[in-house]
């Protein structure tokens, strides 16, 4: 399964650094073309993409993604920061992966 990282700038060096290949875009346009190419190709198991642009991201391409068995969308905040765990929401978006992944709701306490 291949991973490719979509995102802006210094954050896709960071990835190329890792290891991962990127596509470097400028805005949500250039990222809703690149995720089209990317589902039509079905070439990448898993997209990485920065949150603010994958906010921005043509309707039409997310139904399209979301109709389809791959690749799987993982959004990432750009900006990395610690937040108390008490501030976290309930339903973060790591849960909705799983969620989406497994087909039904866990609930893990830790």
Same mark, same amino acid.
């Given at each position: @399964?291949?991973?490719?990282? /979509?995102?802006? !700038?210094?954050? $896709?060096? !960071?990835? $190329?650094?890792?290891?991962?290949?990127?596509? &470097?875009?400028?805005?949500?346009? +250039?990222?809703?073309?690149?995720?089209?190419?990317?589902?039509?190709?079905?070439?990448?198991? /898993?997209? /990485? @993409?920065?949150?603010? %642009?994958?906010? !921005? #991201?043509?309707? +039409?391409?997310?139904?399209? #993604? $979301?109709?389809?068995?791959?690749? @799987? #969308?993982?959004? /990432?905040?750009?900006?990395?920061?610690?937040?108390?765990?008490? &501030? #976290?929401? +309930?339903?973060?978006?790591?849960?909705? %992966?799983?969620?989406? $992944?497994? !087909?039904?709701?866990?609930?893990?306490?830790?």
């Amino acid at each position: @399964m291949k991973v490719l990282a /979509i995102s802006e !700038g210094e954050l $896709a060096r !960071g990835f $190329a650094l890792a290891g991962i290949e990127t596509w &470097t875009v400028s805005d949500a346009d +250039q990222a809703s073309e690149a995720l089209a190419e990317i589902v039509s190709s079905g070439e990448y198991g /898993i997209v /990485i @993409m920065d949150e603010k %642009l994958s906010s !921005g #991201l043509d309707k +039409q391409v997310v139904r399209a #993604l $979301a109709r389809c068995n791959g690749p @799987m #969308l993982v959004s /990432i905040p750009a900006e990395l920061r610690w937040r108390d765990t008490e &501030t #976290l929401p +309930q339903d973060d978006y790591v849960a909705r %992966l799983i969620r989406r $992944a497994v !087909g039904y709701q866990l609930n893990v306490r830790l």
